[in-house]
């Protein structure tokens, strides 16, 4: 399937977050943003087709996941990263902020210091202060094309800090486009 990657398309006047709020989200007018999550290009025709013959349908309730969906999240773990898990291990959220905020608020008290590895989706940090936490940064260290934690850093900043939560960052790499930081978040006791 060929695709075309290079198409503008105008996303100015259209409700974008990116585009028509960026003033009110405290960004400069102008500014390009670079998202990961909403990106600017149009989604593929099989997407698309999905969408269409999925909304046919006409009744747009509430829904679940079957146990295939559970399947393939666990499959990707073992492959990606060798690990088994538990399906009782997951729990379905309507998105990664709103996990990440009820993680802190379970796993924290006001005051508590959260630790975040920058370059790292920018709700985290607004995410944290909103929950009455301290956001402390471990900054990721970028060479030779991909990012790795500083490990002694790490361990600086949790003692000094007495942290409670890490919100992390996992990098990837998306072939022939270089890393590309993407979203996990996980619980630690200090």
Known sequence: ?????????????????????????????????????????????????????????????????REDYTDILRAWFSRCHGWDIDPAWLIKTPGVVFALCAAIRAYTQPGDAVIIQQPVYYPFEGSIRENGCRPVVNELVYADGRYSIDFDDFEARIM???????????????????????????????
């Open 1 to 65: 399937m060929h695709f075309d990657w290079d198409e503008i398309i105008e996303r100015a006047d259209t409700d974008s977050l990116k585009f028509d709020f960026a003033a009110q989200r405290g960004k400069p007018e102008g500014l390009l943003p670079l998202w990961v999550a909403d990106m600017d290009f149009r989604s593929p025709p099989a997407v698309i087709d999905a969408l269409t013959e999925r909304s046919r349908h006409g009744i747009f309730g509430y829904t679940d996941t």
């Open 160 to 190: 000094e800090n007495s942290v409670a939560f890490h919100s992390a960052a996992r990098t990837t790499r998306w072939a022939g486009y270089g890393p590309r930081p993407s979203l996990c978040a996980w619980a630690i006791s200090a």
